[in-house]
């Protein structure tokens, strides 16, 4: 039975993922934000096990780890947690930019330098749900882009250092998702938001597994999916 760590499994593509996987019978390890919401967690996706720390504070996370039993096998390692704050560059004050790269960019990278033993061992899989947003930016939304065009470099370089490893890195550029965080974009711009017109996670989710469960002869590195309404 294979053993994935995710981030972002409260909602939109991460519990999507989640679903998928614990329908099947993988083991879990979901990522909280808190105790309470590890308690949501788990009682949602019945015999998986929670890890708590704030994404926010990257620096704390390896402290927070160290009153945790972390698991002792990791196949797949997946960051799908996220914000977004949109705004001219000109009104983006330090904390707003602070923010999104270290939950979008910093924690990840910090996530992954504590599970690399395991991953390494397993020959496993660090899987990033990046965004269309880390492949071009556009007008107010230069500190996500940033954050996302940063996470691509992230897994560029750690696909290179860890081939020899047998690990495997891919990169997911979803467009826009039926997402919380989708209804939140929509807010921002002033815009009506209509889940509809969007993809629908479960769509991305199974871009995803197609990733994971691919044969160990062939490797996914970037892949892109856009809306196909």
Request: hydrophobic letters at 40%; charged letters at 25%; aromatic letters at 4%.
């Amino acid at each position: 039975m294979a053993t994935h760590v995710i981030t972002g499994a409260g909602s939109g593509i991460g519990a999507a993922v989640a679903r998928r996987l614990h329908a099947r019978g993988d083991g879990l390890v979901l990522h909280a934000r808190d105790a309470g919401r590890a308690r949501e967690l788990a009682a949602e996706f019945p015999g998986a096990r929670t890890l708590v720390g704030d994404l926010a504070e990257p620096e704390r996370l390896s402290w927070a780890f160290s009153h945790q039993a972390l698991p002792d096998r990791v196949d797949s390692l997946l960051h799908v947690a996220g914000v977004v704050d949109l705004g001219p560059v000109g009104d983006l004050t330090p904390k707003t930019w602070r923010h999104q790269l270290d939950v979008n960019l910093i924690a990840p990278a910090e996530l992954t330098r504590h599970f690399l033993p395991q991953l390494r061992a397993a020959r496993g899989h660090v899987l990033f749900v990046n965004s269309g947003a880390g492949l071009s930016a556009h007008a107010e939304w230069a500190a996500y882009a940033a954050s996302k065009h940063g996470l691509k470099a992230l897994a560029d370089s750690l696909r290179q250092e860890e081939h020899g490893n047998g690990v495997r890195v891919t990169s997911v550029y979803p467009g826009r998702t039926a997402s919380p965080m989708q209804a939140k974009v929509h807010q921002q711009e002033g815009k009506e938001y209509d889940p509809d017109r969007w993809i629908d996670p479960e769509s991305v989710a199974t871009a995803v597994l197609m990733a994971l469960d691919l044969p160990r002869d062939a490797e996914v590195n970037d892949l892109t999916v856009r809306p196909g309404r």
